[in-house]
């Protein structure tokens, strides 16, 4: 983990009544301009401060911790790229 600066945990377990999942949102994208990525991490941030949840950054952007009562299922909720979708 020191060596590459990089680590996991494991998703879709019960904690008591709940089921932690990952949201992985990507910021930083090859067709995003500098500008627009800045101005994306900022108002995520901020958002994510005022609701008080738990997240950690990655190369890509965040992994924000998301708490259900059902194991939500692993899909990609939005991806725009590998040609037209």
């Known amino acids: 983990m020191k060596k590459h ?8 377990k019960p904690l008591g009544k709940y089921y932690l999942s990952t949201l992985d949102l990507d910021l930083r994208k090859v067709e995003f ?3 627009v990525v800045e101005r994306l991490e900022k108002s995520v941030g901020c958002l994510l ?10 190369k ?3 992994h924000i911790d998301i708490l259900t009562p059902e194991l939500l ?3 990609i909720i939005y991806y725009r790229g590998w040609g037209t979708v």
């Open 33 to 35: 301009p500098e500008k």
């Open 73 to 75: 299922p692993n899909e």
């Open 5 to 12: 600066a990089e680590f996991a945990y494991l998703t879709g």
């Open 49 to 58: 401060e005022f609701l008080r949840v738990s997240y950690d950054k990655t």
């Open 60 to 62: 890509k952007g965040l």
